[in-house]
């Protein structure tokens, strides 16, 4: 007998729970510092910027190259 | 930053050059300037403004305002009459200049600006208006000066325009200046938000959303590139436009309400201001029973508000896809004692008679679930649906906690929108009675204004509905496009490029939600500390005792300490001298900031005060403890200051800050009036005018007390 769409069905539940618990996951300390590095990073580049002439695209793809960065070192 | 020196050229009524030095001593970096009224306190706050932005409160447009006026006009005072006819005198050469100097120090770093404008015509009136001239030079460690090429940029990296009105402001335009109702309603936040070290935090996050969105457009485009994924990927680019596209419509709603709500509450200041004492007698209950309901639609507000989020974040939780559906959950207490062993089937017969399932869903006859739900008796074997049923109540007993909890909480917040509705329409009904007894004094500009009122009321009322089911549609659209990217996460696809991409949204989301975090953090534990101090201050200075709280929009409330109630017309002087205490707070704890260069935040925006007349609604009590907190919370303090608002027993609490301290001197014409007027200073009495008006001695001089 096929699985009735109207009943519950606990597999389902049970994944909608686990993908729920990683939306509310927390960080672990050490991924917290190197995300606090990379914002850090980031908020360096906007300083530079700020304080120089540069332009916009330019910052933006300074972020997109150190997030790039990031995403590699991570492997 | 820190002001070294000042230094006019034919300013104003300042005649020729004069100069004013600003301590920087840390133990002592107060400068006192002492003027009598109309002498130039205002003049000279407004020379610093104009060298930096070029812009002044009184005169900004104008340039032909700005210079001295003594030599636009000067056919008043320098004349002969040769020949029976009236000959005029040019004044000096030196008179065809108007300058400031403002030489300052920011981050170690020595700057000399200057703004200049020549005069075409010296004669009559009429000057033209002529272009000023803006240099700014920086000072090298070896003392010589080099020009910085875009000047005013450079100014506005050190002290944004904008931000200039906190720290460079007449204490009788504080109140414009914390009235977070001015403007877009967004700017006084920000300013704040800037002054506290937000701004590169916030531009980081906006940057941060550029590259995410430009990246999503990449990332789409590739999944729907790919023949596995591309009636998802097509589905993710529509939803994507359609995100945009609210996310515009949500912005013009804003903007729409955020002036409608203005009318309104300018529409209801206006109905105060008329009518006669019967009139005013009712308007102000009906500004009572007007308050009462639009504070308790705002409590309703905030109750739709828990029970949309406890539907979005702890209901999906829990129940999921099922909540999508629309699917009610469980209740367990529904099924007490209807499930003994053995007897399934009159458990399923129940469900059928009932038209209800086991999850609340309607069994209408001869609909597709009806059918279903009896075919189980006819075809399912009694152990499938007795593991089925099993299964369905694990799950229930699994979730019963949060859901019980859930359950509860939405009940409540069910029970209080109820209420709060009741409440309303009574609020309501009470207004309408008393808008009508209004209408009926005949005053055809109240009843005018009455109707104008409502139909702005109710266009508040739509465009807030409107905001409401657009953010709700806005979240929707954002949750079928997390459940379009989870389906496509599933299917393995061979293409680093696009995992690449997916890797790239996953940290900028993360960066994002950290960033923000942090900002919440310490945008609370800034509010705290400001409020904390303020709150010592109208704690210790006060007349009344009064509690002080900085509300998420910094604006300063003051409750009456016993009742907890609004301290509503508080007094100026009170208000008055919580807004200084909550400028001078903010600006102290930015100043914590100053050395943060490791942390997420930009260093705190550090500028001198320069209050010109401080003490405007104040009374003597009031006045003193101004002096005695704004050197406490200050960096460097220049204050402008009325003779007639100076006591010598001020000396006690002021004068061991200050490091500099000057007195204007007003040059009478010949056969003006003299007032006798002297200033006290420890002992000494200082003349404060003469009638040696000559070329020499023209409009204010600055003289130093040492």
Redesign the interface.
């Given at each position: 007998?096929s699985e009735?769409k109207?009943?519950?069905?606990?597999d389902?539940?049970s994944t909608?729970?686990r993908?729920?618990e990683e939306?509310?996951e927390e960080?672990s300390a050490q991924r917290?510092d190197d995300?606090?590095n990379?914002?850090?990073r980031?908020?360096l580049i906007?300083?530079v910027h700020?304080?120089g002439?540069s332009g916009f695209e330019k910052?933006?793809k300074e972020?997109?190259d150190l997030?790039?960065a990031?995403?590699k070192k991570?492997g | 930053m820190n002001l070294i020196k000042l230094k006019t050229t034919n300013w104003r009524n300042f005649y020729g050059e004069h100069e004013l030095d600003f301590s920087n001593k840390e133990d002592k970096h107060v400068t006192l300037i002492h003027g009598q009224n109309g002498t130039g306190k205002t003049t000279m706050l407004n020379a610093i403004k104009w060298c930096l932005y070029r812009t002044t409160p009184d005169f900004d447009k104008e340039l032909k305002d700005v210079p001295n006026v003594e030599i636009a006009h000067w056919d008043t005072w320098d004349s002969k009459v040769e020949n029976g006819k009236t000959i005029k005198t040019k004044p000096s050469d030196s008179g065809s200049i108007f300058k400031v100097e403002l030489r300052f120090e920011h981050e170690g770093i020595e700057y000399r600006a200057t703004r200049e404008a020549h005069q075409k015509d010296m004669r009559g009136k009429a000057i033209a208006p002529g272009k000023d001239e803006f240099s700014l030079f920086q000072k090298s460690p070896l003392g010589d000066s080099k020009l910085i090429s875009?000047p005013q940029?450079a100014i506005s990296?050190i002290l944004p325009q904008e931000l200039s009105d906190y720290f460079l402001f007449s204490g009788e335009t504080v109140g414009k200046i914390l009235d977070s109702s001015l403007g877009d309603g967004n700017g006084y936040k920000n300013a704040v938000r800037d002054i506290l070290g937000f701004?590169?935090?916030d531009?980081?996050l906006k940057?941060?959303d550029?590259?995410l969105q430009?990246n999503t457009r990449k990332k789409n485009a590739l999944i729907a590139a790919d023949n596995l994924t591309k009636a998802s990927g097509n589905k993710l680019i529509t939803l994507n436009e359609d995100l945009t596209f609210i996310v515009d419509q949500l912005a013009d709603l804003n903007k729409d309400y955020r002036v409608a709500d203005k009318s309104y509450e300018d529409i209801k200041k206006e109905i105060e201001e008329t009518g006669h004492e019967q009139e005013q007698l009712l308007g102000s209950q009906l500004r009572k029973k007007e308050k009462d309901r639009d504070d308790e639609i705002v409590r309703r507000q905030g109750f739709i508000n828990e029970k949309i989020e406890l539907i979005e974040k702890y209901g999906?939780?829990?129940?999921?896809?099922?909540l999508k559906k629309e699917v009610q959950p469980?209740k367990l207490a529904k099924f007490d004692g209807k499930l003994p062993a053995g007897v399934i089937d009159t458990f399923i017969e129940d469900l059928l008679k009932k038209h209800k399932?086991?999850?609340d869903?309607e069994l209408a006859a001869k609909t597709n679930?009806y059918n279903?739900?009896k075919a189980?008796l006819d075809?399912?074997n009694t152990s499938?649906i007795d593991d089925?049923l099993t299964?369905?109540f694990?799950?229930?007993n699994?979730?019963s906690g949060r859901a019980n909890k859930f359950i509860s909480n939405l009940d409540r917040v069910s029970n209080q929108l109820e209420t709060s509705d009741r409440l309303i329409s009574s609020y309501s009904n009470a207004v309408d009675d008393l808008e009508k007894k209004l209408k009926g004094f005949g005053n055809k500009d109240v009843a005018t204004l009455l109707a104008n009122k409502r139909t702005l009321k109710n266009s508040c009322e739509i465009l807030k509905e409107k905001i409401v089911s657009k953010k709700i549609i806005l979240k929707r659209t954002r949750a079928d496009i997390a459940l379009i990217e989870?389906d496509i996460e599933k299917i393995k696809v061979n293409n680093p490029e696009l995992e690449?991409r997916i890797?790239?949204e996953r940290?900028?989301k993360?960066?994002q939600k950290?960033?923000t975090i942090?900002q919440e953090k310490y945008e609370k534990s800034a509010r705290k500390t400001i409020t904390k101090t303020v709150h010592t201050n109208m704690m210790d200075y006060s007349h009344n005792d009064y509690t002080a709280n900085v509300d998420e929009n910094f604006n300063v409330n003051l409750t009456v300490t016993d009742t907890d109630t609004i301290a509503a017309g508080a007094g100026q002087g009170t208000e008055m001298l919580s807004k200084l205490s909550f400028i001078t707070s903010l600006i102290s704890h930015s100043k914590l900031r100053k050395n943060a260069e490791?942390s997420?935040?930009?260093p705190g925006t550090i500028a001198p005060f320069v209050i010109d007349a401080p003490f405007s609604e104040m009374d003597e009590d009031y006045q003193k403890s101004t002096l005695k907190f704004l050197p406490a919370q200050s960096h460097q303090l220049i204050i402008f200051l009325s003779n007639g608002q100076w006591r010598e027993h001020y000396e006690d609490v002021i004068g061991d800050f200050i490091g500099k301290r000057y007195y204007y001197k007003n040059h009478i014409k010949p056969g003006g009036n003299l007032t006798q007027s002297k200033l006290p200073v420890k002992g000494i009495e200082y003349e404060v005018e003469s009638d040696d008006w000559d070329k020499a001695h023209l409009g204010t001089s600055i003289v130093e007390i040492k």
């Amino acid at each position: 007998m096929s699985e009735d769409k109207n009943l519950i069905n606990l597999d389902e539940l049970s994944t909608i729970m686990r993908s729920a618990e990683e939306n509310f996951e927390e960080l672990s300390a050490q991924r917290m510092d190197d995300y606090d590095n990379l914002i850090k990073r980031i908020i360096l580049i906007e300083k530079v910027h700020k304080y120089g002439s540069s332009g916009f695209e330019k910052k933006i793809k300074e972020i997109e190259d150190l997030i790039e960065a990031f995403i590699k070192k991570e492997g | 930053m820190n002001l070294i020196k000042l230094k006019t050229t034919n300013w104003r009524n300042f005649y020729g050059e004069h100069e004013l030095d600003f301590s920087n001593k840390e133990d002592k970096h107060v400068t006192l300037i002492h003027g009598q009224n109309g002498t130039g306190k205002t003049t000279m706050l407004n020379a610093i403004k104009w060298c930096l932005y070029r812009t002044t409160p009184d005169f900004d447009k104008e340039l032909k305002d700005v210079p001295n006026v003594e030599i636009a006009h000067w056919d008043t005072w320098d004349s002969k009459v040769e020949n029976g006819k009236t000959i005029k005198t040019k004044p000096s050469d030196s008179g065809s200049i108007f300058k400031v100097e403002l030489r300052f120090e920011h981050e170690g770093i020595e700057y000399r600006a200057t703004r200049e404008a020549h005069q075409k015509d010296m004669r009559g009136k009429a000057i033209a208006p002529g272009k000023d001239e803006f240099s700014l030079f920086q000072k090298s460690p070896l003392g010589d000066s080099k020009l910085i090429s875009e000047p005013q940029s450079a100014i506005s990296r050190i002290l944004p325009q904008e931000l200039s009105d906190y720290f460079l402001f007449s204490g009788e335009t504080v109140g414009k200046i914390l009235d977070s109702s001015l403007g877009d309603g967004n700017g006084y936040k920000n300013a704040v938000r800037d002054i506290l070290g937000f701004t590169l935090s916030d531009a980081a996050l906006k940057d941060l959303d550029t590259v995410l969105q430009k990246n999503t457009r990449k990332k789409n485009a590739l999944i729907a590139a790919d023949n596995l994924t591309k009636a998802s990927g097509n589905k993710l680019i529509t939803l994507n436009e359609d995100l945009t596209f609210i996310v515009d419509q949500l912005a013009d709603l804003n903007k729409d309400y955020r002036v409608a709500d203005k009318s309104y509450e300018d529409i209801k200041k206006e109905i105060e201001e008329t009518g006669h004492e019967q009139e005013q007698l009712l308007g102000s209950q009906l500004r009572k029973k007007e308050k009462d309901r639009d504070d308790e639609i705002v409590r309703r507000q905030g109750f739709i508000n828990e029970k949309i989020e406890l539907i979005e974040k702890y209901g999906f939780a829990i129940f999921g896809a099922f909540l999508k559906k629309e699917v009610q959950p469980l209740k367990l207490a529904k099924f007490d004692g209807k499930l003994p062993a053995g007897v399934i089937d009159t458990f399923i017969e129940d469900l059928l008679k009932k038209h209800k399932c086991i999850c609340d869903r309607e069994l209408a006859a001869k609909t597709n679930e009806y059918n279903s739900v009896k075919a189980l008796l006819d075809t399912a074997n009694t152990s499938v649906i007795d593991d089925r049923l099993t299964k369905a109540f694990t799950a229930t007993n699994l979730f019963s906690g949060r859901a019980n909890k859930f359950i509860s909480n939405l009940d409540r917040v069910s029970n209080q929108l109820e209420t709060s509705d009741r409440l309303i329409s009574s609020y309501s009904n009470a207004v309408d009675d008393l808008e009508k007894k209004l209408k009926g004094f005949g005053n055809k500009d109240v009843a005018t204004l009455l109707a104008n009122k409502r139909t702005l009321k109710n266009s508040c009322e739509i465009l807030k509905e409107k905001i409401v089911s657009k953010k709700i549609i806005l979240k929707r659209t954002r949750a079928d496009i997390a459940l379009i990217e989870k389906d496509i996460e599933k299917i393995k696809v061979n293409n680093p490029e696009l995992e690449m991409r997916i890797s790239f949204e996953r940290v900028i989301k993360i960066a994002q939600k950290r960033l923000t975090i942090n900002q919440e953090k310490y945008e609370k534990s800034a509010r705290k500390t400001i409020t904390k101090t303020v709150h010592t201050n109208m704690m210790d200075y006060s007349h009344n005792d009064y509690t002080a709280n900085v509300d998420e929009n910094f604006n300063v409330n003051l409750t009456v300490t016993d009742t907890d109630t609004i301290a509503a017309g508080a007094g100026q002087g009170t208000e008055m001298l919580s807004k200084l205490s909550f400028i001078t707070s903010l600006i102290s704890h930015s100043k914590l900031r100053k050395n943060a260069e490791s942390s997420w935040a930009a260093p705190g925006t550090i500028a001198p005060f320069v209050i010109d007349a401080p003490f405007s609604e104040m009374d003597e009590d009031y006045q003193k403890s101004t002096l005695k907190f704004l050197p406490a919370q200050s960096h460097q303090l220049i204050i402008f200051l009325s003779n007639g608002q100076w006591r010598e027993h001020y000396e006690d609490v002021i004068g061991d800050f200050i490091g500099k301290r000057y007195y204007y001197k007003n040059h009478i014409k010949p056969g003006g009036n003299l007032t006798q007027s002297k200033l006290p200073v420890k002992g000494i009495e200082y003349e404060v005018e003469s009638d040696d008006w000559d070329k020499a001695h023209l409009g204010t001089s600055i003289v130093e007390i040492k």
